[in-house]
């Protein structure tokens, strides 16, 4: 059965940093892109970028380009999304997806809902 | 604002047919056969409904199709069901450097 197990929400305060991680089982995690998806609070779905976990290769969406990173530990197929300094409206929950090439996203994650506050 | 454009709601009654528009441009869903429809329940994550344009994944209900022209893609939801109730969204592959765009979804009312 294929997997996408997410860590758990997090609370921070504006400018720390956070890694949230997603975990592949259930299928080859080399051979599927991971997307990361943000979804603010009542908002729609926004791609955020990929990954290629076979050689960490990523694009970012030129809305999240710099802002946020996003690495792969292929030995443990696990992705991971990170921010270095987080903003208030970084607020949402997040979901890692398992990608084709053709973009389509068969498999989520349960998301990881990061709440940014002071 | 979305790439894709999505009717916000769209209502119908039991047993009844509705229809939800996508409609991009000839760099996403005109030009690429890869539009995807994803079903969302409040606090869930989405779920997969249709894949290339027409596909329909593994245990996916054949009241739910896809199909595509022009620039506008088009899901179709027959004999509705309560449980359909819910937020749908498209998503394109495109060859910007985006990868994949999503529309801003459209919230389906089982009256």
């Known amino acids: 059965e294929v997997q996408l197990v997410q860590s758990g929400a997090e609370v921070k305060k504006p400018g720390e940093s956070l890694r949230i991680s997603c975990k592949g089982s259930g299928y080859s995690f080399t051979t599927y892109w991971i997307s990361w998806v943000r979804q603010m609070p009542g908002k729609g779905l926004e791609w955020m970028g990929r990954?290629?976990?076979?050689?960490?290769?990523?694009n970012y969406s030129p809305s999240f380009q710099g802002h946020v990173s996003i690495s792969a530990d292929k030995s443990i197929s696990t992705a991971y999304l990170q921010w270095s300094s987080l903003k208030a409206s970084d607020t949402a929950m997040y979901y890692c997806?398992?990608?084709?090439?053709?973009?389509?996203?068969?498999?989520w994650g349960q998301g990881t809902l990061v709440t940014v506050s002071s | 604002q979305s790439a894709l454009t999505q009717p916000a709601s769209v209502s119908g009654s039991p047993g009844q047919s509705i229809t939800i528009s996508c409609t991009g441009t000839?760099?996403?869903?005109?030009?690429?056969?890869?539009v995807s429809w994803y079903q969302q329940h409040p606090a869930k994550a989405p779920k997969l409904m249709i894949f290339d344009v027409s596909k329909r994944p593994s245990g996916v209900s054949n009241r739910f199709s896809g199909s595509k022209s022009g620039n506008t893609a088009s899901l179709t939801i027959s004999g509705l069901q309560a449980e359909d109730e819910a937020d749908y969204y498209c998503s394109s592959y495109t060859s910007s450097n985006t990868f994949v765009v999503f529309g801003g979804g459209t919230k389906l009312t089982v009256l």
């Open positions: 997806a398992k990608t084709s090439s053709s973009a389509e996203v068969d498999y």
């Open positions: 000839s760099s996403d869903v005109g030009g690429y056969n890869y």
């Open positions: 990954i290629d976990p076979s050689d960490s290769y990523t």
